[in-house]
């Protein structure tokens, strides 16, 4: 089984940047499609990005499409989330998860990290 922990959570000011990092382990890691979501108080999860196995499909939520980036590196079993001009309504908790294949859909992620906080203020 994969199971994932995250880190590189922190406080920020509007504007600045952080950097989440996932680390997998586990055989079955291989293969698997990769995704962050994340939480704010009273809300609901939601999606924010995906990656592909191969890295060479990836997709965003609207709200962070151009300031946050989805990599992954396979060799050392982690994924990452570059997060630039980070906004208040950015702060919730961020989560990793795994899914058997490519997919935006919560639902079809079977594996989720403990979650990491972001928090931004203006």
């Known amino acids: 089984q994969v199971q994932l922990v995250e880190s590189g959570g922190g406080l920020v000011q509007a504007g600045g940047s952080l950097r989440l990092s996932c680390a997998a382990s586990?055989?079955?890691?291989?293969?698997?499609?990769m995704g962050w979501f994340r939480q704010a108080p009273g809300k609901e999860r939601e999606f924010v990005a995906a990656?592909?196995?191969?890295?060479?499909?990836?997709d965003y939520a609207d709200s962070v499409k151009g300031r946050f980036t989805i990599s992954r590196d396979n060799a050392k079993n982690t994924v990452s989330l570059q997060m630039n001009s980070l906004k208040p309504e950015d702060t919730a908790v961020y989560y990793c998860?795994?899914?058997?294949?490519?997919?935006?859909?919560?639902?079809?992620?079977?594996?989720w990290g403990q979650g990491t906080q972001v928090t931004v203020s203006s």
């Open positions: 586990g055989r079955t890691f291989t293969g698997t499609g």
């Open positions: 998860a795994s899914s058997r294949g490519y997919t935006t859909v919560l639902s079809r992620y079977t594996k």
């Open positions: 990656i592909s196995w191969g890295g060479s499909s990836t």
